[in-house]
């Protein structure tokens, strides 16, 4: 199995015939650079980060989990993409916003 960045899966065999492959086929967008604390709200989720009052619309469930108002105002998204950048890149942390590959893609599939 082969996933791309976001953790989605690129190519993965098939269980019920080992010699079968399904490859999603990508047509790339756009590469560019940017500071990593340039990152867009939508950035952040493309990057599977999600605020629970985007995935669940209750707000009871929002109120238990956290966020603190509507979605142009909750900033949760950000703070936990910044800790998951800080542990997955203790080299290059989010304070010192680091330059950053950008790489966008579109489903030919």
């Known amino acids: 199995m082969v996933r791309g960045p976001d953790g989605k899966i690129?190519?993965?065999?098939?269980?019920?015939?080992?010699?079968e492959f399904h490859v999603l086929k990508l047509e790339i967008e756009y590469?560019?650079?940017?500071?990593?604390?340039?990152i867009s709200p939508e950035d952040i989720f493309k990057e599977g980060i999600q605020c629970p009052y985007h995935t669940y619309?209750?707000?009871?469930m929002t109120k238990a989990t956290g966020c603190r108002g509507a979605p142009s105002e909750c900033s949760g998204p950000r703070i936990e993409f910044h800790e998951v950048w800080d542990r997955d890149h203790p080299e290059a942390p989010w304070e010192k916003s680091p330059w950053v590959w950008v790489i966008t893609f579109k489903s030919l599939s």
Request: proline content about 5%; aromatic content about 0%.
């Open 10 to 19: 690129l190519m993965a065999q098939s269980e019920e015939d080992e010699d």
């Open 57 to 60: 619309k209750d707000p009871e």
């Open 31 to 38: 590469i560019g650079v940017d500071r990593l604390c340039n």
